[in-house]
């Protein structure tokens, strides 16, 4: 069964730092990784999608991807209070990359 | 984007009862999905459907079913709920772009006394 790890936190981190979150996987063919956030009492919606190796940014963000490590994170550079939230991590969870497996998620809290 | 719709925010049933949750997402797409959020043990997928009356069994399917008789809406059934089934149950729906974003409703907090 495909598992993705990720640190429960808190991460805490001062406004205006760079906020890193990271995230493992068990299942080498792995194609495309996807970060959620969810604020709390919400639900999850989509920051960032990842398929290549490298970096990709959007804005404050940046995911990384290494395959060969089975490792994918997030940067959030200039952190502010509204980042505060949980992200999650997921992978699809079968061929068709219909449904997602999601990580436990990593809570966030920037402080001000 | 998809829109997700539950129909029930917040639930409080009795052990035993028959439970549906309803889900209705407004685009014409296929995919659509349960899934169940705990404090601890994160997003886990119940069950998930491609088509109309298709349907596939996610990682914790025990205690569940789901019905799928047209496109826009996917429900989940507790045949007998048990007290091991208060939740927040979530349901998403695929968007049409090649991303594999999923849109989530905005749950559905069940209670088994």
């Known amino acids: 069964q495909k598992e993705v790890e990720q640190n429960s936190g808190p991460l805490s981190v001062p406004e205006g730092a760079i906020a890193s979150l990271n995230c493992t996987y068990s299942d080498r063919g792995s194609q495309s990784f996807f970060w959620y956030r969810q604020y709390s009492g919400k639900s999850p919606e989509l920051i960032m999608f990842i398929y290549s190796n490298g970096d990709k940014e959007d804005g404050r963000f940046t995911a990384q991807l290494n395959k060969a490590s089975q490792y994918v994170s997030l940067l959030i550079r200039d952190s502010q209070p509204s980042d505060s939230a949980t992200y999650l991590c997921?992978?699809?969870?079968?061929?068709?990359?219909?449904?997602?497996?999601f990580g436990k998620g990593t809570t966030l809290s920037v402080s001000s | 984007d998809v829109k997700v719709t539950q129909s029930s925010r917040y639930l409080v049933k009795r052990t035993g009862e028959k439970v549906f949750l309803e889900c209705v997402q407004d685009m014409d797409h296929e995919n659509m999905f349960w899934y169940r959020q705990d404090p601890g043990l994160g997003l886990r997928l119940i069950y998930f459907s491609y088509d109309v009356k298709m349907k596939e069994k996610g990682d914790i399917p025990e205690g569940y079913s789901v019905s799928r008789e047209k496109k826009e809406r996917f429900s989940l059934i507790l045949e007998s709920a048990s007290t091991n089934q208060t939740s927040m149950y979530l349901c998403?729906?695929?968007?049409?772009?090649?991303?594999?974003?999923?849109?989530f409703g905005e749950g559905s907090r069940l209670t088994v006394l």
């Open positions: 998403a729906g695929r968007g049409q772009g090649n991303t594999g974003e999923l849109f």
């Open positions: 997921a992978v699809p969870a079968n061929q068709a990359g219909t449904a997602l497996i």
